[in-house]
């Protein structure tokens, strides 16, 4: 079993910036890739970015320029370091990882339970 653990939110003024972690721990031979994924009320989950165990990564559209994706492969750890945020980023940020607990294993996916992170003057 894997556990990961986000950390980092929180209420930010618009225009701010926050750093967002997510820490795996567990049953872990190899993360092959981890995520931010986000969603506010009403809407359905979104990525916000990805990367590999490469460090080949993936920004939304809506946040390039803006947010940056990084990992620490030693630490199984993600982060999300976000600038000059807007209102409109306010959401519920989730951190997946697909690992394998083994090797030759299939990988599998796993969430954390999430961090809220709120926009507002």
């Known amino acids: 079993q894997v556990q990961l653990v986000e950390s980092g939110g929180g209420l930010v003024q618009p225009g701010g910036s926050l750093r967002l972690s997510c820490a795996a721990s567990?049953?872990?031979?190899?993360?092959?890739?981890m995520g931010w994924y986000r969603q506010a009320p009403g809407n359905s989950r979104e990525l916000v970015a990805h990367?590999?165990?490469?460090?080949?990564?993936n920004i939304a559209d809506s946040v390039k320029g803006r947010f940056t994706i990084s990992r620490d492969n030693a630490k199984n750890t993600a982060y999300l370091q976000m600038n000059s945020l807007k209102p409109e980023d306010t959401a519920v940020y989730y951190c997946?990882?697909?690992?394998?607990?083994?090797?030759?294993?299939?990988?599998?996916?796993?969430w954390g339970q999430g961090t809220q992170v709120t926009v507002s003057s």
């Open positions: 997946n990882a697909e690992v394998q607990g083994v090797r030759g294993a299939v990988p599998y996916d796993y």
């Open positions: 567990g049953s872990i031979f190899r993360i092959l890739a």
């Open positions: 990367i590999t165990s490469g460090g080949s990564t």
